[in-house]
């Protein structure tokens, strides 16, 4: 891997674009996180060229004509984490913060990144996938009885390319598994059935292909997982940083988070969701390749336990962005 040449002095060169908003179902936790990266940018010292671009009114064809030559991309969900933007930027010529055009299309994708997993030896739940026309239109085909016998119950329906839990349903009996089916499938052209791991929820924020720390998530006993606003807005929400756990399980998670990420490609940053079982086992559950920065996310977190302030976070992953880690 080629050593890394250019430090935070050489952001300075820059004309750096915060993109954040966008049109996708993250929106609102999208521009949380931009106001907060802008913002970081804006008072550090080295008095930087940063402005805040939202491309629901603003069209990123004009980025280039505009002077700007960075972007730092909190844009989530689908067009911001899909592999679509980066394409876009790479088209440009402008460099861009995270993963490339191959690994963002590849991670947003939950079941591309399940076979992945299962290729490269990373414990993952069970699942298996139906199609939106499966499921809107071919109902009397479905058979529910042999998904609940393959993956018990209760088990959690998905939308293949949504982040930050939207459209996630946890199906308790045979009656709410349809109705969850069909919520997902007007979301996504394909649906993710889920094995319910039922134990303890983590999350591990990974920086060049470092394990910051595992936070452990425990959320208010009024939601049934974590979910949308559980996950941003209710500070009942705690999270233990770093996990009560001990020194040999501690090592096991930090190092499936890693293994999850080698086995995509990513060398930047990402933050991996891990699943714990009654018997101390981990599991993957996906992996975020533009890790929310708002005041309730955890990437943020780690890197505070690690010393890295929130200002200095959001620098290095620049500096990263202008080092092409991701081709390194």
Same mark, same amino acid.
């Given at each position: 891997m080629?050593t890394?040449?250019y430090?935070? @002095?050489? !952001?300075? =060169? /820059?004309?750096?674009a915060?993109l954040?908003?966008?049109?996708? #179902?993250?929106r609102?936790i999208?521009?949380?996180?931009?106001?907060g990266? /802008?913002?970081?940018?804006?008072a550090?010292?080295?008095?930087l060229?940063v402005h805040?671009?939202?491309?629901k009114f /603003?069209?990123?064809i004009?980025?280039?004509?505009?002077?700007f030559n960075l972007?730092?991309?909190?844009?989530?969900?689908?067009?911001?984490e899909?592999?679509?933007?980066? +394409?876009f930027l790479?088209?440009?010529?402008i460099?861009y913060?995270g993963?490339?055009?191959l =690994?963002?299309?590849?991670?947003?994708d939950?079941?591309?990144t399940k076979?992945?997993?299962?290729?490269?030896?990373?414990?993952?739940?069970?699942?298996?996938?139906?199609t939106?026309? =499966?499921?809107?239109?071919?109902?009397?085909t479905?058979?529910?009885?042999?998904i609940?016998?393959?993956l018990?119950?209760?088990l959690? $329906?998905?939308?293949?390319?949504?982040g930050?839990?939207?459209?996630i349903?946890k199906?308790?009996s %045979?009656e709410?598994? !349809?109705?969850a089916l069909?919520?997902?499938?007007?979301?996504?052209? =394909? $649906?993710?059935v889920e094995?319910f791991i039922?134990?303890? @929820?983590y999350? $591990?924020?990974?920086l #060049?292909n470092?394990a910051?720390a595992?936070i452990e998530?425990i959320i208010?006993?009024?939601y049934?997982?974590?979910?949308?606003q559980?996950?941003y807005f209710?500070?009942n929400?705690?999270?233990?940083c770093?996990?009560n !756990?001990s020194?040999?399980q501690?090592? %096991?998670?930090l190092?499936?988070?890693?293994k999850?990420?080698?086995?995509?490609?990513?060398?930047?940053?990402?933050?991996?969701?891990i699943?714990?079982n009654?018997?101390? @086992?981990f599991?993957?559950?996906?992996?975020n390749?533009?890790? +929310?920065?708002?005041?309730?996310?955890?990437?943020?977190?780690?890197?505070? /336990?690690?010393g890295?302030d929130y200002?200095? *976070?959001c *620098?290095?992953?620049l500096v990263?962005?202008?080092n092409?880690?991701?081709l390194g």
């Amino acid at each position: 891997m080629k050593t890394n040449k250019y430090t935070v @002095e050489d !952001l300075k =060169q /820059y004309k750096i674009a915060v993109l954040c908003g966008g049109t996708s #179902n993250e929106r609102e936790i999208s521009l949380l996180s931009g106001d907060g990266i /802008y913002s970081a940018l804006k008072a550090s010292s080295l008095n930087l060229d940063v402005h805040k671009i939202d491309p629901k009114f /603003y069209d990123l064809i004009n980025l280039k004509k505009d002077g700007f030559n960075l972007v730092f991309n909190t844009l989530h969900g689908r067009f911001g984490e899909d592999g679509q933007v980066q +394409g876009f930027l790479d088209v440009l010529g402008i460099k861009y913060s995270g993963c490339n055009l191959l =690994q963002s299309a590849l991670t947003l994708d939950k079941l591309l990144t399940k076979k992945v997993w299962l290729q490269s030896q990373v414990s993952t739940s069970a699942f298996i996938n139906l199609t939106a026309n =499966q499921i809107l239109e071919q109902q009397d085909t479905l058979d529910l009885d042999k998904i609940i016998a393959d993956l018990g119950l209760p088990l959690f $329906v998905k939308p293949n390319l949504e982040g930050s839990s939207i459209g996630i349903s946890k199906v308790k009996s %045979k009656e709410e598994l !349809l109705p969850a089916l069909i919520t997902a499938a007007k979301l996504d052209n =394909q $649906v993710l059935v889920e094995q319910f791991i039922n134990g303890k @929820e983590y999350s $591990v924020p990974v920086l #060049n292909n470092k394990a910051l720390a595992a936070i452990e998530i425990i959320i208010d006993k009024k939601y049934e997982f974590y979910d949308y606003q559980s996950k941003y807005f209710d500070d009942n929400t705690r999270y233990e940083c770093p996990a009560n !756990l001990s020194p040999e399980q501690t090592a %096991k998670i930090l190092a499936l988070a890693e293994k999850a990420t080698l086995a995509v490609g990513i060398k930047s940053w990402c933050r991996v969701d891990i699943l714990s079982n009654q018997e101390g @086992e981990f599991y993957a559950l996906e992996i975020n390749t533009n890790p +929310g920065m708002t005041t309730h996310s955890l990437f943020p977190m780690a890197a505070k /336990y690690r010393g890295m302030d929130y200002t200095k *976070l959001c *620098l290095h992953v620049l500096v990263d962005a202008i080092n092409d880690v991701e081709l390194g």
